[in-house]
Structures are given as C-alpha cells and as structure tokens.
Nanobody, 128 residues
Framework: QVQLVESGGGLVQAGGSLRLSCAAS????????MAWFRQAPGKQREFVAA????????YFSASVKGRFTFSRDNAKNTVHLQMNSLKPEDTAVYYC?????????????????????WGKGTQVTVSS
C-alpha cells in the first residue's frame, strides 16, 4: 500500500508561485495515475489536476488551466504541482492522490472516488 506525503505549501501573495511536492513510499509511483485535489473551508474537495502514469498526459480543471503545471519523476517517486499566478481563491488544503484504475494517457478521474490513496494535505494560503 502506497503512502503519500505532501509538502511545499505555505503563505504567498497574490500573483506569486508555489511548488507542491508529493512523495510516495511503499510502492512504485509509476504504477499509479496521480492527481491533486483541494478543499477550502466549508467546501467540498475539488479536482485540480491529474497526470498519467508516464507523465506524458495531464489534465487540469478550468480554474487552474494555464496557471498550474503537473509533472512527475517516477525514478524519485515524486510528483510536483507548480502553481503560478496564484489567486486568493486558490487558498485551500491541497491533497495528493493515487489511482490504480485511472492511469493511462487521456483517461483521467476528476472525482474523489477515482482515487485509492490519499495524503494528509498541505495548506496553501494566498493573500490579496
């Protein structure tokens, strides 16, 4: 069973950047499709981005497309979410997730039910 640990969150001003990382242990990350979700206070957890097992395919929510990029390094068992041009509405706890079912290029799960393993999250706060 894979364990996921997020890092890189923090406080940043609007327009700034952060790079989130998710490190996996207990299994080869290359076996999984990966995603980032986020949850703001009082709101449901929402999909942010997904990446195929190879890293050659990515998919983003409309709210972050063009501002965020998603990459993975299977040799290091890590994935990264580069977040640029941050807005106050990006403030949330960001969660890394792994899927054993949705991992191919072009096939992405945008619902939490599509993911089998979750990290505990990292807080991102964007001040205006």
């Amino acid at each position: 069973q894979v364990q996921l640990v997020e890092s890189g969150g923090g406080l940043v001003q609007a327009g700034g950047s952060l790079r989130l990382s998710c490190a996996a242990s207990g299994g080869a990350l290359s076996r999984y499709g990966m995603a980032w979700f986020r949850q703001a206070p009082g709101k449901q957890r929402e999909f942010v981005a997904a990446i195929s097992w190879s890293g050659s395919g990515t998919y983003f929510s409309a709210s972050v497309k063009g501002r965020f990029t998603f990459s993975r390094d299977n040799a290091k068992n890590t994935v990264h979410l580069q977040m640029n041009s941050l807005k106050p509405e990006d403030t949330a706890v960001y969660y890394c997730a792994a899927s054993t079912r949705y991992y191919s290029d072009g096939i992405y799960a945008t619902d939490t039910d599509g993911y089998d393993y979750w990290g505990k999250g990292t807080q991102v706060t964007v001040s205006s």
